[in-house]
């Protein structure tokens, strides 16, 4: 009520009292206006008693005014702006509504805490608007496709050394899987796939950008063009060793589901370790690993089609043989080979004129000749020469002028009016 004499009606409410007049002047039945209202007859009967005691009031709804009986106390919103203020600045109404509830034990849902975030006037990140984009359908069943990538974010905020999250997430159902490292590279994403065989199996195919770690630039050789082949990646041929189908988008939106984890993950994470005040990688990697399980529980979706893709890894497969930087060096005639500014010592004979030196994900390194482990050992110490010999420049070198002799033909006299530009030899 806006006065004493004016009554606040919504549309609803007008609508109602234009109908329920004609109900009392006989010109539309209880059943008619019951139908057109929505309304069971005897609600109609009670509106209609309403407004022969009230008058036109009597259409308004009785908890106009009136504070919900659902209301929160004020003494719970204002901690709850307290907290926003200064624990968990920054985090977004979903976040904060959950950690509000999982800490500090305030239910609150997250549109109520966007009003009073914006009542308070505190700032916390949105989602800019994104631009149109063809839907892709998910694929049908779990470890039909992973998406792989690695995120580099300021994860610590400072508190600890730079990292780069490898993460990966299933098409079908959304499972996520992550560990950080130190760096993106060859290493960390051949242990990131490997614990992730261990813990869900081999899958399908793996959808990777064309960073160089997955796709190599290298330009094929000319015995690649007689076979065909192109070059690989170390990563792209361990896949292949493993049987799986490596795809490779052409730009990031086309693998957006990983992107828009990063995206979650870069606001979510960040601030989940900063409450657990999270400074080193291994304190990191030991968070992730129990903070997964209860995200997977919580987002991930159903498959459109049962069953399991992903393969149980084969007794004749060898993860480490095949998960690791492979490289061919020459073998010297003292059975010597160099690699990575170091030699080694073969310690076995061998006819081979070239071997394979593999670099694990453990850090250990092996040379093989056909699949055989060879024994080797690294020199630490060469011979040093007791005096550096003295290279001087050619400029520097003056060298010694040579007189013809007096029968040589550059002495004769054709040759020097030649010189001259005269004689029958001269040019024109």
């Known amino acids: ?131 149109h984009r063809r839907w892709r359908e998910r694929k049908g069943r779990f470890g039909e496709m992973i998406q792989m990538d690695g995120s580099h974010h300021d994860w610590l905020e400072g508190r600890g050394p730079e990292c780069v999250l490898m993460g990966s997430i299933d098409d079908a159902t959304g499972e996520v899987f992550g560990r950080f490292y130190e760096y993106e590279g060859t290493i960390p994403a051949m242990d990131s796939f490997k614990r992730y065989i261990g813990q869900y199996g081999i899958p399908h195919s793996v959808y990777l950008d064309k960073h160089t770690t997955y796709k190599s630039t290298a330009k094929p050789t000319i015995e690649d063009e007689l076979q065909g082949r192109v070059p690989r990646s170390q990563f792209g041929r361990a896949l292949e060793e493993l049987g799986v189908e490596v795809i490779h988008a052409h730009s990031p939106q086309a693998k957006g589901r990983i992107e828009r984890l990063f995206g979650t993950f870069q606001d979510r994470l960040v601030k989940e370790m900063r409450l657990l005040e999270i400074s080193t990688l291994e304190e990191a990697n030991k968070f992730i690993e129990s903070y997964l399980p209860a995200y997977n529980k919580q987002f991930r979706v159903r498959a459109a089609q049962e ?76 011979p040093v020469r007791e005096s550096e010999p003295v290279r001087l420049s050619v400029s520097l070198v003056k060298r010694k002028k040579s007189k013809p002799a007096a029968d040589h033909i550059w002495n004769s006299w054709n040759a020097k009016l030649f010189r001259k530009g005269k004689g029958p030899t001269a040019g024109p």
């Not at 004493?4 to 234009?18: F, P, Q, R, Y």
């Not at 690699?339 to 453990?362: M, P």
């Open 307 to 382: 069953g399991d893709l992903h393969r149980p890894l084969s007794d004749r497969m060898d993860l480490d043989k095949i998960l690791c930087i492979k490289t061919k060096r020459g073998v010297r005639n003292d059975s010597t080979i160099a690699h990575d500014g170091k030699l080694y010592q073969i310690k076995e004979t061998i006819r081979a004129r070239s071997v394979i030196v593999e670099e694990k994900v453990d850090g250990t390194m092996a040379i093989t000749d056909q699949d055989r482990g060879l024994k080797y050992t690294e020199i630490t110490q060469r």
């Open 1 to 131: 009520m806006a006065g004493g004499d004016i009554i606040v009606m919504s549309k609803k409410e007008l609508k109602g009292a234009h109908i329920m007049r004609q109900v009392m002047e006989g010109t539309m039945r209880q059943v008619e206006a019951a139908e057109v209202l929505g309304l069971t007859e005897r609600q109609v009967r009670r509106i209609i008693k309403r407004i022969k005691e009230e008058g036109d009031k009597g259409i308004c709804h009785r908890g106009r005014g009136r504070p919900s009986n659902r209301r929160i106390a004020g003494g719970i919103k204002d901690k709850v702006i307290q907290s926003c203020q200064e624990r968990y600045r920054g985090f977004g109404p979903t976040l904060a509504s959950e950690k509000l509830q999982e800490v500090e034990g305030i239910e609150i849902s997250d549109e109520t805490l966007r009003l009073w975030l914006r009542g308070a006037g505190l700032s916390y990140r949105t989602r800019k608007r994104r631009p």
